[in-house]
């Protein structure tokens, strides 16, 4: 057995108490300060401001708009030019003036949709407005939730990391003093090698998480167009409120789109109906001749048969038709998929919910009574390092663990508030 003196003893306590000291201020929620920080509503609103998918959620509906002022609207009139009764062959031909009803014939035609069919046109057009806002709403749903949950995945991954950073720190002290109680005989030889396995575990944590941060700035960056984005703020809500979610689920913006698909499947067997309504037209016509003839005027009215409804437009109001019958199951089943998503949602939430109090509750206390357990017998010249070192590092998995969980369920509550939440 090998004597160390009770000096150096003392001191290489001293040095590594000091670390350990260090080691006590690592807290679990960490706020770092960032050289651009940026916070989950300035995210949301920058992500706004320049998504694409607004961007063109926003022209479908001026495009809308813009179709509506055309709907229902007559169609173009049309001018008629044209010569009549002009001889081609005898004495006369191809003379304008050698026969009385030689004439030319400048005209006007009109066509007169009926009015329910044009009343048909504007409805369609109102329900393809409806359809493109419920479809921008939908859109801004998307981007927010997705903002929100790349904001939520940068914020815990940096917290994971200056967790394990501080963790490190405060660990530092430790691998020297180990290589030295093993130089002095007062740790067995096994204790260095151990010392440097826990050592190179922490280098692969680290890449791992460091990996995870760029990974998660990368995707928060996407709907920022900050590559450089920091999070910064408190950390996302925890807490839901499952009644309230359900009730904002029954005016969900997709089952908002549904509805306007149905109506616009109503309005195209309403446009499919008037199709059996009959159009008119208005013809007038004005006829020059020869002075010695005189000139005529002209006027008509065509009316459209249909006639032929059996093979024309009942074939189509019968498709029509279909589709409606189609786009209202569409929304049912959506509905039902709605709810069976958040249901899902709420028991994994209350899952992950439980695990987090259990590590916040149970494990984190357990894993510092242990490291003050072995630090005070270090103390006290009845443990090595080798024990504080483990019980060490075991904390400072347990808050690593504690924060994997914390921010699984913030994510989970992030996505359920904003993919199931009121807008507001």
């Known amino acids: 057995m090998t004597w160390t003196s009770p000096r150096v003893g003392r001191l290489r306590r001293r040095a590594v108490w000091s670390g350990l000291a260090a080691g006590a201020a690592l807290c679990l929620i960490a706020t770092p300060g960032w050289a651009a920080p940026i916070t ?3 995210a949301i609103d920058a992500a706004e401001a320049q998504a694409p998918e607004l961007q063109g959620a926003a022209l479908q509906e001026e495009a809308a708009r813009s179709a509506a002022r055309a709907a229902g609207a007559l169609p173009d009139p049309k001018l008629q030019l044209g010569i009549e009764n002009l001889p081609i062959s005898g004495a006369g031909a191809g003379r304008f003036d050698a026969e009385e009803m030689t004439m030319a014939r400048l005209g006007f035609m009109q066509e007169l949709p009926s009015g329910a069919k044009r009343k048909a046109e504007r409805e369609r ?4 407005i409806s359809a493109a806002l419920a479809d921008r709403r939908v859109a801004g749903r998307d981007v ?4 929100a949950a790349a904001w939520t995945d940068l914020h815990y991954a940096q917290r994971r990391l200056r967790a394990l950073d501080e963790a490190a720190a405060s660990l530092d002290p430790l691998w020297d003093a180990a290589f030295g109680s093993v130089a002095s005989g007062a740790a067995r030889p096994a204790a ?5 396995r826990l050592r190179a575990e922490l280098a692969d944590r680290r890449s791992e998480l460091a990996a995870a941060v760029a990974a998660a700035r990368a995707r928060l960056a996407r709907w920022t167009g900050d590559p450089a984005v920091e999070a910064a703020g408190p950390a996302p809500i925890l807490e839901l409120d499952p009644a309230a979610l359900r009730a904002d689920a029954e005016r969900h913006p997709t089952l908002e789109a549904r509805d306007a698909a149905v109506r616009q499947a109503g309005a195209e067997v309403d446009l499919a109906r008037a199709g059996k309504r009959p159009d008119m037209g208005l013809e007038v016509a004005y006829q020059r001749r020869d002075p010695m003839f005189g000139d005529m005027v002209s006027v ?7 006639v032929f409804a059996r093979s024309r437009q009942e074939p189509i109001i019968a498709a029509r038709t279909a589709a409606f019958g189609q786009a209202r199951a569409q929304r049912e089943a959506t509905r039902r998929a709605l709810v069976v998503e958040l249901e899902a949602g709420l028991a ?3 899952m992950r919910r439980e695990q987090w109090l259990r590590a916040r509750d149970t494990l984190i206390p357990l894993a510092r009574a242990r490291a003050e357990l072995e630090t005070a017998s270090y103390a006290a010249g009845r443990a090595g390092v080798a ?6 590092a075991a904390r400072a998995e347990a808050q690593l663990t504690l924060l994997d969980r914390e921010a699984a369920l913030a994510g989970q509550a992030v996505r359920l508030t904003f993919a199931f939440g009121s807008d507001q």
């Open 40 to 42: 989950l509503a300035a």
């Open 125 to 128: 057009a109102r329900t393809d």
């Open 144 to 147: 927010r939730a997705a903002a």
């Open 192 to 196: 260095g090698p151990e010392a440097q």
């Open 300 to 306: 008509g009215v065509t009316v459209s048969l249909p």
């Open 348 to 350: 994994d939430y209350a």
């Open 387 to 392: 024990e504080v070192t483990e019980a060490l």
